[in-house]
């Protein structure tokens, strides 16, 4: 029941036991499906808006079996069209909510399967070229500086209201507190704007520490893990111990481009 006096609404669990399965796609894959508009033609027999389709293979040497996803249509232009997708063997039982433009909430399945989208195949160097594309954008500076003439010191002056807060003896002015690293608080870049830093400063140089990345990106700490532990491995032992690298899918998309370079 619904009480519109108190806004209470009931969850439909008419779908709860439905399996769903949860998929972590790269930035430019989750905007360009965002901007792609539903249209009746796109629409499957379940009565949601198609976006691509799942393939699944048999490795009977291995014995095990891989999926892939293929993008539907061609409204994505130079984006890669494929994709691998990573299972998860371990992760938390979820479940997925939905809600009416009546604010109506409902359960739409519960998560069987988790994946990670990965680029595949001859795609790995679309996307590596997409990443340095976004790179070169984020690095056009839109800020403009104005030089202004014959100002003197008018934006200088104290505002009125203000001179008996400003002291004339220099000897009593306080030294500024110096700031400490902990307390500097920094902004989040936009994800896909961050991986493709990422991939900047690894194509020159292959092995980072966490603490040299905060100081180049100037991101926090833990926002830069997230990206880390999704593009890179870890060197727990070695000479390269306590650093990181890119994993082997990227780190070849960008030795095999800088070699069809040359």
């Known amino acids: 029941m619904e009480d519109d006096k108190n806004n209470i609404h009931e969850l439909d669990l008419e779908k709860s036991d439905r399996p769903v399965w949860l998929m972590k796609s790269p930035v430019v894959v989750a905007k360009a499906w965002g901007k792609q508009a539903p249209s009746s033609s796109s629409f499957s027999s379940s009565g949601f808006n198609s976006l691509g389709k799942v393939v699944e293979s048999f490795d009977p040497l291995q014995s095990q079996t891989e999926f892939f996803m293929e993008m539907v249509g061609a409204e994505y232009g130079n984006m890669p069209k494929s994709y691998a997708l990573n299972m998860f063997k371990d992760f938390v039982p979820m479940g997925i909510f939905s809600e009416s433009n009546l604010g ?19 795609d790995i160097e679309e996307y590596a070229k997409l990443c340095r594309e976004r790179t070169s954008k984020s690095m056009v500076k839109s800020r403009q500086i104005q030089v202004i003439d014959n100002d003197r010191g008018v934006h200088m002056r104290p505002m009125p209201g203000m001179l008996g807060l400003v002291s004339s003896n220099s000897k009593e002015k306080k030294k500024p507190a110096p700031v400490k690293q902990t307390e500097v608080k920094r902004t989040r870049r936009d994800r896909g704007e961050l991986e493709a830093i990422m991939f900047k400063l690894f194509e020159g140089q292959p092995n980072w520490t966490l603490k040299q990345l905060v100081q180049e990106t100037d991101q926090p700490a ?4 997230e990206i880390l532990n999704e593009l890179c491995v870890y060197n727990k032992r070695g000479s390269n111990q306590g650093t990181y690298e890119l994993k082997p899918e990227y780190k070849k998309a960008g030795e095999d481009d800088d070699t069809g370079e040359q």
């Open 104 to 122: 109506d909430p409902a359960s739409e399945g519960k998560v069987e399967h988790k994946f990670d989208m990965k680029p595949h195949g001859e």
């Open 222 to 225: 833990q926002f830069l893990k």
